[in-house]
Protein backbone atom coordinates (compact mmCIF):
# COMPACT_ATOMS: atom_id res chain seq x y z
CA UNK A 1 0.00 0.00 0.00
CA UNK A 2 2.95 2.46 0.90
CA UNK A 3 4.52 1.79 -2.69
CA UNK A 4 1.47 2.38 -4.46
CA UNK A 5 0.93 5.71 -2.50
CA UNK A 6 4.30 6.52 -3.20
CA UNK A 7 4.10 6.31 -7.30
CA UNK A 8 0.79 8.04 -6.88
CA UNK A 9 2.85 11.28 -5.25
CA UNK A 10 5.55 10.87 -7.40
CA UNK A 11 3.09 10.87 -10.66
CA UNK A 12 1.44 13.25 -9.94
CA UNK A 13 4.58 15.71 -8.54
CA UNK A 14 6.34 14.74 -12.01
CA UNK A 15 2.95 15.93 -14.24
CA UNK A 16 3.43 19.25 -11.96
CA UNK A 17 7.14 19.63 -12.83
CA UNK A 18 7.36 18.00 -16.51
CA UNK A 19 6.73 21.07 -18.49
CA UNK A 20 10.15 22.30 -16.67
CA UNK A 21 11.58 19.34 -17.37
CA UNK A 22 11.13 19.30 -21.04
CA UNK A 23 12.18 23.11 -21.25
CA UNK A 24 15.14 21.88 -19.17
CA UNK A 25 15.86 19.70 -21.65
CA UNK A 26 15.87 21.44 -25.01
CA UNK A 27 17.64 24.11 -23.60
CA UNK A 28 20.53 21.37 -22.48
CA UNK A 29 20.44 19.64 -25.76
CA UNK A 30 21.49 22.57 -27.73
CA UNK A 31 24.59 22.76 -25.79
CA UNK A 32 26.02 19.45 -24.01
CA UNK A 33 24.41 16.41 -24.29
CA UNK A 34 26.50 15.23 -21.56
CA UNK A 35 25.17 17.70 -18.78
CA UNK A 36 21.60 17.35 -19.96
CA UNK A 37 21.96 13.65 -18.58
CA UNK A 38 24.14 14.70 -15.08
CA UNK A 39 21.84 17.84 -14.24
CA UNK A 40 18.28 15.71 -15.02
CA UNK A 41 19.88 12.99 -12.90
CA UNK A 42 20.34 14.97 -10.11
CA UNK A 43 16.91 16.89 -10.46
CA UNK A 44 15.56 13.48 -10.24
CA UNK A 45 17.36 12.66 -6.76
CA UNK A 46 16.57 15.88 -5.46
CA UNK A 47 12.63 15.40 -5.95
CA UNK A 48 12.91 11.44 -4.72
CA UNK A 49 14.59 12.88 -1.63
CA UNK A 50 11.83 15.42 -1.11
CA UNK A 51 9.00 13.37 -1.50
CA UNK A 52 10.18 10.39 0.46
CA UNK A 53 10.49 12.97 3.09
CA UNK A 54 7.15 14.18 3.00
CA UNK A 55 5.89 10.61 2.85
CA UNK A 56 7.89 9.51 5.54
CA UNK A 57 7.22 12.60 8.17
CA UNK A 58 3.80 12.06 7.07
CA UNK A 59 3.46 8.63 8.05
CA UNK A 60 5.13 9.05 11.03
CA UNK A 61 3.02 12.17 12.68
CA UNK A 62 -0.41 10.07 12.45
CA UNK A 63 1.23 7.65 14.34
CA UNK A 64 2.06 9.39 17.43
CA UNK A 65 1.38 8.40 21.02
CA UNK A 66 0.63 11.35 23.76
CA UNK A 67 1.04 10.31 26.84
CA UNK A 68 -1.29 13.10 29.41
CA UNK A 69 -2.00 12.93 32.88
CA UNK A 70 -1.84 15.44 36.06
CA UNK A 71 1.52 16.06 37.68
CA UNK A 72 3.24 13.14 39.60
CA UNK A 73 0.68 10.03 37.75
CA UNK A 74 4.15 8.35 36.34
CA UNK A 75 3.92 9.77 32.47
CA UNK A 76 7.47 10.30 32.35
CA UNK A 77 8.58 6.97 34.25
CA UNK A 78 5.84 5.17 31.95
CA UNK A 79 7.84 6.64 28.89
CA UNK A 80 11.09 5.73 30.11
CA UNK A 81 10.37 2.43 31.11
CA UNK A 82 8.83 1.54 27.36
CA UNK A 83 11.75 2.45 25.74
CA UNK A 84 14.95 1.43 27.56
CA UNK A 85 13.19 -0.99 30.24
CA UNK A 86 15.21 0.91 33.08
CA UNK A 87 13.77 2.65 36.05
CA UNK A 88 15.13 6.32 36.40
CA UNK A 89 14.31 9.00 38.77
CA UNK A 90 11.93 11.75 37.21
CA UNK A 91 10.95 15.30 37.49
CA UNK A 92 8.03 17.67 36.85
CA UNK A 93 8.61 18.00 32.69
CA UNK A 94 8.00 21.53 31.52
CA UNK A 95 8.36 20.71 28.10
CA UNK A 96 7.78 17.62 25.46
CA UNK A 97 10.01 14.56 25.02
CA UNK A 98 9.44 12.39 22.16
CA UNK A 99 11.46 8.45 20.74
CA UNK A 100 10.63 6.21 18.55
CA UNK A 101 9.15 3.12 19.92
CA UNK A 102 9.26 -0.19 18.25
CA UNK A 103 5.84 -2.48 19.09
CA UNK A 104 6.26 -5.68 20.37
CA UNK A 105 4.68 -7.49 17.30
CA UNK A 106 5.32 -9.62 14.65
CA UNK A 107 5.60 -6.84 11.95
CA UNK A 108 7.90 -4.96 13.48
CA UNK A 109 6.24 -1.47 13.30
CA UNK A 110 6.83 1.58 15.36
CA UNK A 111 5.07 4.07 17.38
CA UNK A 112 6.26 7.76 18.21
CA UNK A 113 5.44 8.19 21.91
CA UNK A 114 5.21 11.63 22.80
CA UNK A 115 5.64 12.37 27.08
CA UNK A 116 3.31 15.82 27.76
CA UNK A 117 3.93 17.99 30.51
CA UNK A 118 1.53 17.64 33.42
CA UNK A 119 1.57 20.67 34.98
CA UNK A 120 -2.23 22.90 35.11
CA UNK A 121 -0.29 25.85 33.26
CA UNK A 122 1.27 24.14 30.11
CA UNK A 123 -0.89 20.80 29.43
CA UNK A 124 -3.22 22.21 27.73
CA UNK A 125 -1.16 23.97 25.56
CA UNK A 126 0.77 20.92 24.26
CA UNK A 127 -2.15 19.50 24.39
CA UNK A 128 -3.40 21.52 21.49
CA UNK A 129 0.20 21.45 19.67
CA UNK A 130 0.42 18.02 19.15
CA UNK A 131 -3.59 16.20 18.88
CA UNK A 132 -4.16 16.59 15.39
CA UNK A 133 -1.17 14.17 14.81
CA UNK A 134 -2.16 11.49 17.58
CA UNK A 135 -2.65 8.08 16.88
CA UNK A 136 -3.83 6.96 20.43
CA UNK A 137 -3.83 9.17 23.95
CA UNK A 138 -2.58 7.16 27.08
CA UNK A 139 -4.06 9.12 29.74
CA UNK A 140 -1.99 7.85 33.05
CA UNK A 141 -4.06 8.80 36.18
CA UNK A 142 -2.52 7.78 39.75
CA UNK A 143 -4.36 4.76 41.48
CA UNK A 144 -3.06 5.65 44.59
CA UNK A 145 -4.41 9.27 45.13
CA UNK A 146 -7.61 9.54 42.61
CA UNK A 147 -9.80 9.74 45.22
CA UNK A 148 -8.75 13.01 46.26
CA UNK A 149 -7.45 14.31 42.88
CA UNK A 150 -10.56 12.76 41.13
CA UNK A 151 -12.03 16.58 40.50
CA UNK A 152 -8.90 17.77 39.01
CA UNK A 153 -8.20 14.32 36.85
CA UNK A 154 -12.07 14.85 35.59
CA UNK A 155 -11.38 18.27 34.40
CA UNK A 156 -8.47 17.50 32.47
CA UNK A 157 -9.68 14.52 31.11
CA UNK A 158 -12.82 16.11 30.05
CA UNK A 159 -11.49 18.16 27.66
CA UNK A 160 -8.97 15.79 26.54
CA UNK A 161 -11.76 13.69 25.11
CA UNK A 162 -13.59 16.43 24.03
CA UNK A 163 -10.65 17.61 21.93
CA UNK A 164 -10.17 13.66 20.73
CA UNK A 165 -13.68 13.76 19.68
CA UNK A 166 -13.11 17.24 17.58
CA UNK A 167 -10.66 15.47 15.53
CA UNK A 168 -11.73 13.57 12.30
CA UNK A 169 -9.79 9.99 12.66
CA UNK A 170 -10.59 10.37 16.79
CA UNK A 171 -7.39 8.25 18.21
CA UNK A 172 -7.33 4.97 20.00
CA UNK A 173 -7.83 6.13 23.96
CA UNK A 174 -6.06 4.16 26.74
CA UNK A 175 -6.72 4.97 30.70
CA UNK A 176 -3.52 3.79 32.02
CA UNK A 177 -4.09 2.96 35.93
CA UNK A 178 -0.49 3.55 37.13
CA UNK A 179 1.64 2.87 40.66
CA UNK A 180 -1.13 -0.65 41.49
CA UNK A 181 2.54 -1.37 43.26
CA UNK A 182 1.49 1.07 46.01
CA UNK A 183 -1.03 -0.65 48.46
CA UNK A 184 -3.83 2.03 48.60
CA UNK A 185 -3.88 1.60 44.91
CA UNK A 186 -7.06 1.62 43.31
CA UNK A 187 -8.33 -0.86 40.42
CA UNK A 188 -9.45 -0.16 37.34
CA UNK A 189 -12.41 -0.94 37.79
CA UNK A 190 -13.28 1.70 40.98
CA UNK A 191 -10.79 4.51 39.28
CA UNK A 192 -13.83 3.60 35.96
CA UNK A 193 -16.50 4.11 38.35
CA UNK A 194 -15.33 7.51 39.94
CA UNK A 195 -14.12 9.37 36.96
CA UNK A 196 -17.87 8.46 35.48
CA UNK A 197 -19.42 9.63 38.45
CA UNK A 198 -17.42 12.78 38.22
CA UNK A 199 -17.23 13.45 34.46
CA UNK A 200 -21.34 13.02 35.18
CA UNK A 201 -21.42 16.13 36.71
CA UNK A 202 -18.61 17.81 35.32
CA UNK A 203 -20.72 17.89 32.07
CA UNK A 204 -23.65 19.25 33.55
CA UNK A 205 -21.86 22.41 34.56
CA UNK A 206 -19.71 22.64 30.78
CA UNK A 207 -22.93 22.26 29.27
CA UNK A 208 -24.77 25.04 30.77
CA UNK A 209 -21.95 26.99 30.03
CA UNK A 210 -21.26 29.18 27.38
CA UNK A 211 -19.12 26.75 24.51
CA UNK A 212 -15.28 28.03 23.96
CA UNK A 213 -15.64 24.89 21.29
CA UNK A 214 -14.46 26.72 17.71
CA UNK A 215 -17.21 27.42 15.37
CA UNK A 216 -15.77 24.57 13.35
CA UNK A 217 -15.10 22.30 15.39
CA UNK A 218 -17.67 19.39 14.97
CA UNK A 219 -17.22 17.64 18.54
CA UNK A 220 -20.45 17.58 21.07
CA UNK A 221 -20.97 20.05 23.32
CA UNK A 222 -21.21 17.58 25.92
CA UNK A 223 -19.83 13.90 26.70
CA UNK A 224 -22.43 10.99 26.86
CA UNK A 225 -25.87 10.44 26.04
CA UNK A 226 -28.22 13.37 26.84
CA UNK A 227 -30.61 12.68 29.47
CA UNK A 228 -28.62 9.63 30.73
CA UNK A 229 -25.95 9.28 33.01
CA UNK A 230 -22.91 9.49 31.93
CA UNK A 231 -21.05 5.68 30.75
CA UNK A 232 -17.72 5.50 28.64
CA UNK A 233 -19.23 3.59 26.87
CA UNK A 234 -21.42 5.88 25.37
CA UNK A 235 -18.81 7.52 23.64
CA UNK A 236 -17.70 7.63 19.44
CA UNK A 237 -13.49 6.30 21.10
CA UNK A 238 -12.51 3.20 21.10
CA UNK A 239 -11.55 3.34 24.82
CA UNK A 240 -10.11 1.28 27.23
CA UNK A 241 -8.88 1.16 30.88
CA UNK A 242 -6.06 -1.05 32.33
CA UNK A 243 -3.69 -1.40 35.36
CA UNK A 244 0.18 -0.84 35.32
CA UNK A 245 3.12 -0.04 37.48
CA UNK A 246 6.08 1.88 35.78
CA UNK A 247 8.29 1.58 39.20
CA UNK A 248 7.02 -2.31 39.69
CA UNK A 249 6.96 -4.26 43.17
CA UNK A 250 10.12 -4.46 43.90
CA UNK A 251 11.38 -0.86 44.56
CA UNK A 252 13.64 1.00 41.47
CA UNK A 253 15.48 -1.95 41.23
CA UNK A 254 12.18 -4.11 40.39
CA UNK A 255 10.96 -4.70 37.00
CA UNK A 256 7.83 -3.01 35.86
CA UNK A 257 4.63 -3.85 35.50
CA UNK A 258 3.59 -3.09 31.75
CA UNK A 259 2.97 -6.07 29.86
CA UNK A 260 -0.60 -5.02 29.12
CA UNK A 261 0.31 -1.49 28.29
CA UNK A 262 3.12 -3.19 26.01
CA UNK A 263 0.21 -5.31 24.02
CA UNK A 264 -1.59 -2.23 23.97
CA UNK A 265 0.73 -0.60 22.15
CA UNK A 266 1.22 -3.42 19.48
CA UNK A 267 -2.49 -4.01 19.18
CA UNK A 268 -2.72 -0.08 17.68
CA UNK A 269 0.37 -0.17 16.14
Aim: proline content about 3%; some cysteine.
Amino acid sequence: MASANTRRVGDGAGGAFQPYLDSLRQELQQRDPTLLSVAVALLAVLLTLVFWKFIWSRKSSQRAVLFVGLCDAGKTLLFVRLLTGRYRDTQTSITDSSAVYKVNNNRGNSLTLVDLPGHESLRLQFLDRFRSSARAVVFVVDSATIQREVKDVAEFLYQVLIDSMALKNAPSFLIACNKQDITMAKSAKLIQQLLEKELNTLRVTRSAAPSTLDSSSTAPAQLGKKGKEFEFSQLPLKLEFLECSAKGGRGDTGAADIQDLEKWLAKIA
